[in-house]
C-alpha cells in the first residue's frame, strides 16, 4: 500500500541530496501526515512481539531536515519551532486541557484526554487514554487504549538508532505518578505500575511472588502489578542498594477493570 513511500523514504535517507528534490520532500510530508493520522504508525503488534516501522521512523527524522523555523502564535502564546501543533481537538474527539500541548505527526485516538501534558512528533496514544498532568509521551512511544498516565508521568522517546523499538504501554495499563519508562521497555497489557517505577533496558526486574525471586529486563508482563525496589550490588568501593522493580503480584480477573485500575496497588497495601 505503502511501497512508493517506502522507496523515496529510503533513498533520501541514503542520499541527502535527493531532499534537494520536491518529490522526496513531498514523501516525507506525506508520511507525517499519515502518522498525525495514525493511518501509518512507527511500531505495531506482530504476533506475541512488535515490529518497528523503519522507513516510519526515517521520514520523521527528515521532516526535522526539511521544515523551517517559524513563528507560531497562539494567543497569548507563541512558539518558534519546526513542527506545527496538533488541530481539530473537536473534531478529532479529543479533550485537551490548557496548557496540553500535542505536536503535529502525533495520533490522539477518540476520547483520550489531555490534562496539562506534552505529546511528541510519532507517538500514538490510543482511544479512551487519559494523559494526566505534566506527564509526556516522548517520539514514537506507542500507548495503548484505555491506559492512565498518572501526574509526571515520564514515557521516553526514541528516534536513533532507527532500528531501536520505542517504549510501548499496551492496553489497560494504569502508570503510576512520577513512574519513568524508557529506551524501549515494553509494559503488556493490564499491568499497573505504583508510583516512582522507573524503567530502562538494564533495570532489573524481579519477580518475588513464588519462593525464588526470578529476574528479567526490559518488559513487565501481562497483568504485573509492580512496584520500586532495589538489590544489593558490589562494587569497588564497597556494597550499596541499586534501584530496580518488583513484580510482587496479578490484578485480580474477579476484579471490574475500570475498579482494579484504581485499586489493585491498594490490593497488595501500597500506595498509588
Given at each position: 500500500m505503502f511501497e512508493k513511500l517506502v522507496t523515496f523514504i529510503n533513498k533520501a535517507w541514503d542520499s541527502r541530496d535527493l531532499l534537494k528534490h520536491q518529490h522526496y520532500c513531498q514523501a516525507i510530508r506525506d508520511v507525517v501526515d499519515l502518522l498525525d493520522k495514525g493511518e501509518v504508525r512507527v511500531a505495531e503488534p506482530a504476533g506475541n512481539c512488535w515490529k518497528v516501522n523503519e522507513w516510519v521512523k526515517k521520514a520523521v527524522i527528515l521532516y526535522f531536515s526539511i521544515q523551517e523555523m517559524k513563528v507560531t502564535i497562539n494567543s497569548p502564546f507563541e512558539f518558534y519551532d519546526k513542527i506545527d501543533l496538533k488541530k481539530d481537538f473537536k473534531k478529532l474527539g479529543v479533550r485537551v486541557v490548557p496548557h496540553a500541548i500535542a505536536r503535529y505527526g502525533s495520533y490522539l485516538a477518540k476520547g483520550v484526554v489531555l490534562m496539562p501534558s506534552y505529546i511528541n512528533i510519532g507517538a500514538r496514544?490510543?482511544?479512551?487514554?487519559m494523559v494526566d498532568t505534566w506527564a509526556t509521551v516522548g517520539s514514537c512511544a506507542q500507548v495503548g487504549k484505555n491506559v492512565h498516565l498518572s501526574g509526571g508521568v515520564g514515557i521516553g522517546g526514541v528516534l536513533e538508532p532507527i532500528q531501536a523499538k520505542p517504549v510501548i504501554v499496551?492496553?489497560?495499563c494504569f502508570i503510576g505518578s512520577r513512574c519513568i519508562i524508557v529506551e524501549g521497555v515494553r509494559i503488556e497489557k493490564a499491568a499497573v505500575l505504583g508510583a516512582n517505577v522507573v524503567l530502562t533496558k538494564s533495570t532489573r526486574?524481579?519477580?518475588?511472588?513464588?519462593?525464588?525471586p526470578v529476574s528479567s529486563k526490559g518488559i513487565?508482563?501481562?497483568?504485573?502489578?509492580v512496584i520500586p525496589g532495589s538489590y544489593t550490588k558490589e562494587f569497588s568501593a564497597g556494597k550499596f542498594q541499586v534501584p530496580c522493580a518488583l513484580i510482587i503480584g496479578k490484578r485480580k480477573r474477579s476484579t471490574d477493570l475500570k475498579t482494579s485500575l484504581n485499586n489493585a496497588l491498594r490490593d497488595f497495601n501500597v500506595v498509588v
Open positions: 496514544v490510543g482511544e479512551g487514554t499496551e492496553d489497560n526486574i524481579i519477580d518475588v511472588t513464588g519462593k525464588e513487565i508482563p501481562s497483568a504485573s502489578v
